[in-house]
């Protein structure tokens, strides 16, 4: 089966800018997650789709972050207007099951960088 | 949240067992330990996940003792390509829903 994956993997964008990046989970997995690394950081936890529906976004740094999932299909993670500690790795994942008992699947990441 | 304490680096041979502990002293009830493996440029992906005793797939063999405070991660025979990082996660369970809390992971190192 297809994996996750996410488009584009590699984005340079100015500050100020606005950048939208894709998740097109697992056919079938109504759980996908958005995480990002930040340089120098550890991966950490921006929010939880649960089909079209937003479960946790708890994790989302501010609204310049907009994510949305019509359909319950793929996802697309807006950052408007970009800012330079934007940049970093943005993770997404998708599961079977909400508590991932059989674990997630991570996409790639797409690689964003922001001057 | 339980979190997890795990070596940042280690250094293996090509064919060795590699073991990786990890504590986790204030580990729930409902908590699941789950190992996921990073190689550059990739996303984590995993491994295995147990909540006892010893849990076995294709790839790897996760111990737990009784107390679950500490489990550890064994590779049978590392190759080359088992240079990666791995990270050590503690399941929250919220309404079946678990959230990965990410730690800064052990950088495994194989060496001819």
């Known amino acids: 089966e297809a994996g996750v994956t996410q488009f584009p993997s590699h984005s340079v964008i100015e500050k100020g800018q606005t950048v939208t990046l894709r998740c097109d989970p697992i056919s079938g997995h109504d759980n996908l997650y958005w995480y990002r690394r930040v340089m120098g950081k550890e991966i950490k936890f921006l929010l939880h789709?649960?089909?079209?529906?937003?479960?946790?976004e708890s994790g989302m740094p501010n609204n310049r972050f907009l994510a949305e999932r019509t359909g319950g299909t793929y996802s697309t993670l807006k950052v408007q207007p970009a800012e330079l500690e934007d940049s970093g790795v943005y993770f997404c994942?998708?599961?079977?099951?909400?508590?991932?008992?059989?674990?997630?699947?991570f996409g790639s990441g797409t690689r964003l960088t922001v001057v | 949240l339980a979190k997890t304490t795990q070596p940042i680096s280690m250094d293996s041979y090509e064919g060795q067992e590699v073991n990786i502990t990890c504590s986790h002293n204030n580990i729930a009830t409902n908590d699941y330990i789950t190992w996921y493996q990073q190689f550059p440029s990739q996303g984590p992906r995993f491994i295995i996940q147990g909540y006892k005793t010893k849990v076995t797939n294709e790839v790897a063999s996760l111990f737990i003792p009784a107390d679950r405070k500490s489990s550890t991660l064994s590779l049978p025979r590392v190759s080359l390509s088992d240079t990666a990082v791995y990270y050590c996660l503690v399941g929250v369970f919220s309404g079946g829903y678990n959230k990965l809390i990410f730690g800064a992971g052990t950088r495994l190192a194989v060496h001819p």
């Open positions: 994942a998708s599961s079977q099951d909400p508590g991932g008992v059989y674990g997630y699947t």
């Open positions: 789709f649960v089909k079209e529906s937003k479960q946790d």
